[in-house]
């Protein structure tokens, strides 16, 4: 797809831009938010025990832990 500049397009141009993006969001399926809150929940819920943010890295497997300390004298 092309990159548009929108600064060099015509008002006629930039109002059938939003007209024909109006007609694309219009065609969606609107959810309840309370709906999606309770799926996102869910989801995030049964995949708690392998979510690494959730249970930690452990030391073996850390990437980033720091190889020597640094000593002041």
Known sequence: MPVINVDDLTDKDKALM??????????????????CCEEIKDYIQAGVDEDTLVKGISEEKNPFKEKGGCVVC
């Open 18 to 35: 939003e007209v024909n993006q109006l007609k694309i969001e219009v065609k969606l399926e609107r959810w309840l938010t309370s709906k």
